[in-house]
Structures are given as structure tokens and as C-alpha cells.
């Protein structure tokens, strides 16, 4: 028996180690000079990918799944 407060840290973690991740790979495209001038789809992508994934995660964390 998980607590609450345990899975919602799950969920807020899952969401941050995502996020630094998706947008590591973006500033290392930008960086080294691949994506330029896909700056702002790469970011727009990331985020939406991310967001699916957190809220997969969230919801087999919290037991909707």
C-alpha cells in the first residue's frame, strides 16, 4: 500500500526526468548544429511526447491502467 503522497512524487519525478532528458536531446541537436533551424518544432515535439508520457506514467502510477 503506497501512499498518496508517494505516488504523486513519483509522478512529479517521472515528469522532470523527462522533460531534462527531451530537452537534452533537443539542446545537443541545436548545439551541435543538426536541428538549427528545427529549434522551436524540436521543443513543440518534446513537449508533446512528454506530455503523453507523463500522463501514461501518472496514470498506471495512480492505478487508472
Known sequence: ???S???LFAV???????FHGLNGIRVALVGSGIAVTRERA???GATAV???AV???????????
Do not use: E, Y
Not at 512529479?12 to 523527462?18: D, P, R, Y
Open 1 to 3: 500500500t503506497t501512499s
Open 5 to 7: 503522497a508517494r505516488k
Open 12 to 18: 512529479v519525478l517521472i515528469a522532470a526526468v523527462l
Open 42 to 44: 524540436l521543443f513543440w
Open 50 to 52: 512528454g506530455t503523453v
Open 55 to 65: 500522463v501514461f506514467a501518472a496514470l498506471h502510477i495512480l492505478g487508472a491502467l
